[in-house]
């Protein structure tokens, strides 16, 4: 008799930490006998890894549900999980399970390596589970890690977040901050570059306050020492910083750091002082540019990018107007930039001054076309110059060209064989737009 094919279909919303949560649960199925399958139809579990930041990633999940469950009336035993930080918002569960009765596991971060146990009791059972524990528990090492995934790799140094900045969901449904142990963390950077690994991006809310809960005196700066050391490794990236405990020892000690990319991904989120102290972010603006000067004193070349905010609950135009001046001060390279989303459980979402939708995209218009226009001249001045790429593939766009990253984050487009994909190579830059430059690659 032919055994039957155990296959499984994971669609990821939200930031590298759930990617790296959807890799994960991945290597946990696979270490049970699954295997990944491209088309939601080929699938006999199907996974949701929920983002909850924002009220248009829950948006995107429960219209995501909606069009699963045609597949569930045509397969009654597919399994559909829902996982995630959506998850563990209070109530979420349990209107998961109104909405979406055909939901057979709602599964919360601090439960992912249960998934595999969990999928096979639903089958056996025919009977739906909520598993949502404390999202504050220790650290879960030693989970199966199958294979790498091309040339770089996602690896978590913290969960959680201490910070409780007030629009923010995620120390509520991540818990507080843990540090794994560096020991552990180097021996999966090892095990990765022995893989065919090149590239690692450290992960965590808040990275710069790595270590804080160890007793061993260990801090960010000496873990980036620690994985610099690692034979075989090309590059570092690191996200997310916190402005507030970005300390002079760390910039000093990236700077010195041959594999540490120069690129520093450092939200901002507002350039008022009045604001920032409303969001509980624990910086003034003058620290703010203080730091940029400093980072960009002992690291010439390094790229910037950051986080904003518009329309924060009390913002004045005179507010906006602050951080338009700080945008054009700082000159970022690329900026992530959002409309001010109520937050249910958080802090500001019950602060008066609520703004209308209409000012908050009215001045997110004025900040993208601030910004755009600064990435446009960022890109321009390096036309010309060769680069390091590591190529990623091909384009999303183009299939013919391939696609690939600078030390500095620098999105490359340029033509060549699929066949250097994982390879770093040289890149002349010869036209730049917005958001990527194009080039050709250089002979030897």
């Keep these: 008799m032919v055994k039957a094919r155990k296959t499984f279909k994971i669609i990821t919303y939200g930031c590298q930490m759930n990617q790296r949560d959807s890799e994960m649960m991945a290597d946990l199925l696979q270490d049970a006998g699954y295997e990944p ?59 998961i399970r109104q909405q979406a009765p055909y939901v057979d596991l709602l599964l919360g971060t601090g439960n992912l390596q249960e998934l595999p146990q969990l999928i096979e009791e639903i089958k056996a059972m025919h009977r739906p ?12 090492e030693d989970l199966p890690r199958r294979r790498a995934r091309g040339a770089q790799a996602f690896i978590t140094i913290t969960y959680g977040c201490n910070n409780f900045c007030t629009y923010c969901i995620v120390p509520y449904v991540r818990g507080r901050e843990r540090s794994r142990r560096p020991e552990n963390i180097i021996k999966e950077v090892k095990e990765l570059v022995d893989q065919g690994v090149i590239e690692v991006t450290l992960l965590g809310q808040n990275v710069n306050s790595y270590g804080r809960d ?5 801090n960010f700066a000496g873990l980036l020492e620690r994985v610099n050391a690692v034979e075989g490794l090309k590059r ?24 540490v990319c120069e690129h520093v991904h450092l939200p901002v989120q507002a350039g008022s002082n009045r604001i920032l102290e409303l969001m509980h972010r624990g910086y003034t603006r003058e620290h703010y540019l203080e730091l940029v000067a400093d980072l ?16 924060f609950p009390g913002e004045t135009e005179a ?13 970022f390279d690329n900026a992530f930039t959002f409309m001010y989303s109520p937050r249910r459980g958080t802090e500001a979402a019950t602060m008066p001054g609520q703004l209308p939708t209409a000012i908050k995209k009215e001045r997110l218009k004025r900040l993208m076309e601030l ?51 994982g390879r770093l190579v040289r890149v002349r830059l010869t036209r730049a737009q917005t958001w990527l430059l194009k080039g050709e690659m250089v002979d030897g």
């Design 236 to 259: 570092i990236r690191y996200v997310t910083s916190h402005p507030r405990d970005f300390t002079p020892e760390l910039v000093t000690t990236i700077s010195r750091l041959d594999k």
């Design 37 to 95: 399958v491209a088309r939601e139809e080929e699938a006999g579990v199907i996974i949701l890894d929920t983002c909850c930041v924002r009220e248009k990633a829950e948006n995107k999940v429960y219209g995501k549900l909606g069009q699963i469950e045609k597949l569930k009336s045509a397969n009654p035993d597919l399994v559909i999980a829902v996982a995630g930080c959506m998850v563990q918002q209070p109530g979420v569960a349990e209107k």
């Design 296 to 311: 960009r004193r002992h690291i010439p070349g390094i790229s910037l990018t950051t986080d904003l905010i518009v329309g």
């Design 371 to 421: 910004q755009n226009s600064i990435s446009l001249a960022k890109n321009e001045a390096l036309v010309g110059q060769e680069v390091e790429v590591l190529v990623e593939g091909p384009s999303k766009t183009d299939p013919d060209q391939l696609s690939g990253r600078t030390r500095t984050n620098k999105l490359v487009i340029f033509p060549g064989d699929q066949s250097l994909t």
């Design 214 to 218: 160890l007793k061993d005196g260990i």
């Design 319 to 331: 507010d906006f107007e602050d951080t338009l001046d700080l945008v054009a001060r700082v000159q």
């Design 129 to 140: 589970r909520i598993v949502v524990g404390e999202q504050e528990g220790p650290v879960v």
